[in-house]
């Protein structure tokens, strides 16, 4: 069960992490094509990214947590 977890949790990660380029990429080419659209906001224009890069650190720690309780139980003689 524990290792059904663990393969989850990589895939959770992995998803997550595929998500954040993706977008990134996609934020970096709308700028580039619609840059006019980027300057009415008073924001600058990655900060999208930098909030979806802040919710990724904050999932991969919980994920990591997880993963590292996951892999000391499964060390751990029963």
């Known amino acids: ?5 663990n ?5 959770l990660i992995g998803s997550f ?3 954040f380029i993706g977008r990134g990429a996609y934020v970096l ?3 580039r094509t619609h840059p006019d ?4 906001q008073s924001a600058p224009w990655y900060t ?5 890069g802040i919710f990724l650190i904050v999932v991969l720690i ?4 997880i993963k590292l309780a996951i ?3 499964i060390k751990s003689p029963q």
Request: proline content about 0%; charged content about 20%; aromatic content about 12%.
């Open 1 to 5: 069960m524990l290792k059904k977890l």
């Open 7 to 11: 393969y989850v949790l990589n895939i």
């Open 17 to 19: 992490i595929g998500v």
């Open 29 to 31: 080419w709308d700028y």
């Open 37 to 40: 659209l980027y300057a009415l």
């Open 48 to 52: 999208s990214i930098l909030v979806n």
């Open 62 to 65: 919980v994920a990591g947590i």
């Open 71 to 73: 892999r000391k139980k």
